[in-house]
């Protein structure tokens, strides 16, 4: 098993930065691949980003691209995502999660493990 904590959440202005972290431990990081999602209030989970075991595959949402970045480093079990140009739109508690495969994926189903959250506010 591995268990996540996030942390970088907070309060930003529309075209603002903010860096997520997602603290893993447990079972080796390096055996799963990882994935951000993000859920708004009255909405569904929606999927952000997604990384593989070596960092070789990466796919985001079209909502993100260009904007956010998915990173990972297994020396420090942690994951990343680096947030540019906000829009009040991303607003909404933010989510990592591990799936028991080396392979990303975008379906919030194909997880195994969540974490608790961290909420991203973006004001215009």
């Known amino acids: 098993q591995v268990q996540l904590v996030e942390s970088g959440g907070g309060l930003v202005q529309a075209g603002g930065s903010l860096r997520l972290s997602c603290a893993a431990s447990?079972?080796?990081?390096?055996?799963?691949?990882m994935g951000w999602f993000r859920q708004a209030p009255g909405k569904e989970r929606e999927f952000v980003a997604t990384?593989?075991?070596?960092?070789?595959?990466?796919y985001s949402a079209d909502s993100v691209k260009g904007r956010f970045t998915i990173s990972r480093d297994n020396a420090k079990n942690t994951l990343y995502l680096q947030m540019n140009v906000l829009k009040p739109e991303d607003t909404a508690v933010y989510y990592c999660?591990?799936?028991?495969?080396?392979?990303?994926?975008?379906?919030?189903?194909?997880?195994?493990?969540w974490g608790q959250g961290t909420q991203v506010t973006v004001s215009s």
């Open positions: 999660a591990a799936r028991d495969s080396p392979y990303g994926s975008r379906w919030y189903y194909d997880y195994n493990y």
């Open positions: 990384i593989d075991w070596s960092s070789g595959v990466i």
């Open positions: 447990g079972r080796t990081f390096s055996y799963y691949a």
